[in-house]
C-alpha cells in the first residue's frame, strides 16, 4: 500500500531542486506513464477497477487473447481508439516539450509506456514509445505497419495488401519490447544526469528497470506522482501531485 498523498501543495524549495537537478545535467531523460495523461481523460490502468467490460487488462492484451478471441481484442482496442478522438494533450505534455526545446533534443529523450500518442500531440520530439501507439496496425501475415489514426476499423480489419488479420502495433503481455527502441531507452537512462519518473506505478518491467539502469549509472532521479511507488526508494526527490500542475511550474523555474 502506498503513501497516499492528502494534500497535493508541492512547496517552492522541493521544485528548486528539482529545477536545479535538470539545470545541472547534461543531458535529461523521462520516463512517464499512464498517470501523465490522466488529466487528458485517459484512464490509467491501475486506478479505480482497473476493468474493461469486466475484463482485466491483463486479459484482453496477450497474443493468446488474441489467437482466442480476436474480434473480443478489437472490440477493446476499437474502443480505446475511438476514446482519443476527444483527448488532448493536457500542461504536463506541453511542459515536456517545453522541457526538450529548452534543452536541446539531443540532450533530452521522452521514454513513454502510453500508447496515446499525446506528447508527440504535444511537440516531443525525441518520444521512445516502449508500448507501441493505439494508432497503428500491424499485419499478422506481412511485415506492413499502417498509422490509421482514430479511424474506426472493422472488428476484424484485413490488410489491404495481403488479406491476413491485422493487429494493433502495440506490446501486449509476454511479448518482447521493439528492440531498437528499447535499446535506445537503455542508452538514455544511462547518459543521462538527470532521470525523471512522471506518473507510473513502475511495476511493469522491463520499463521500471530504466528506473535502476538510470541509478546504477548516477543520474540524479525525481519522481512526480499522486502517490508514492513501488519505486520511490530509488528517488533523490519526489514531487506528489498532479504531473499536469507540477511539470508547468518545474519547467517555467527553468527560465528560457
Ligand atoms: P498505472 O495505471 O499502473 O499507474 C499510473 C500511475 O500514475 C499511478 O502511480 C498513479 O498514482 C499515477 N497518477 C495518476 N494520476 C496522476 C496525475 N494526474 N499526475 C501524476 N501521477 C498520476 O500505469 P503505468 O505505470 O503507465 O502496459 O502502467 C504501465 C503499463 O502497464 C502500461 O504501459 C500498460 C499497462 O498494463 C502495456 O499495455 C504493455
Not at 472488428?155 to 495488401?161: E, I
Not at 506518473?199 to 530504466?210: D, E, F, H, K, M
Not at 526527490?237 to 511550474?249: C, E, F, K, T, V
Request: hydrophobic fraction near 40%; charge should be negative.
Amino acid at each position: 500500500m502506498h503513501h497516499p498523498i492528502e494534500d497535493y501543495v508541492v512547496d517552492d524549495k522541493a521544485l528548486d531542486r528539482a529545477a536545479a537537478m535538470l539545470r545541472g545535467a547534461e543531458r535529461v531523460a523521462v520516463l512517464t506513464g499512464a498517470g501523465v495523461s490522466a488529466e487528458s481523460g485517459v484512464p490509467t490502468f491501475r486506478g479505480t477497477d482497473g476493468l474493461w467490460e469486466g475484463h482485466h487488462v491483463e486479459e484482453v492484451a496477450t497474443p493468446f487473447a488474441f489467437e482466442r478471441d480476436p474480434k473480443l481484442v478489437w472490440r477493446f482496442y476499437n474502443a480505446r481508439r475511438a476514446g482519443l478522438r476527444t483527448v488532448h494533450p493536457n500542461p504536463g505534455h506541453f511542459a515536456l516539450a517545453a522541457l526538450e526545446n529548452r534543452l536541446g533534443t539531443e540532450r533530452f529523450a521522452l521514454v513513454t509506456q502510453n500508447v496515446d500518442g499525446l506528447h508527440k500531440a504535444a511537440g516531443s520530439k525525441h518520444v521512445l514509445e516502449l508500448h507501441g501507439n493505439l494508432a497503428r496496425v500491424r499485419c499478422t501475415g506481412c511485415p506492413k505497419i499502417e498509422d490509421r489514426g482514430t479511424e474506426p476499423l472493422d472488428d476484424l480489419p484485413h490488410c489491404s495488401a495481403c488479406g491476413h488479420l491485422l493487429r494493433p502495433d502495440i506490446v501486449w503481455f509476454h511479448e518482447a519490447l521493439p528492440e531498437g527502441t528499447w535499446a535506445a531507452a537503455e542508452d538514455a537512462a544511462r547518459r543521462c544526469q538527470c532521470f525523471v519518473v512522471i506518473g507510473t506505478s513502475a511495476i511493469v518491467y522491463p520499463a521500471a528497470g530504466l528506473i535502476e539502469v538510470a541509478e546504477e549509472y548516477g543520474a540524479r532521479i525525481i519522481e512526480i506522482n499522486l502517490a508514492t511507488t513501488d519505486a520511490s526508494h530509488s528517488m533523490d526527490l519526489g514531487l506528489y501531485g498532479p504531473s499536469g500542475q507540477i511539470l508547468p511550474r518545474l519547467v517555467e523555474r527553468l527560465g528560457s
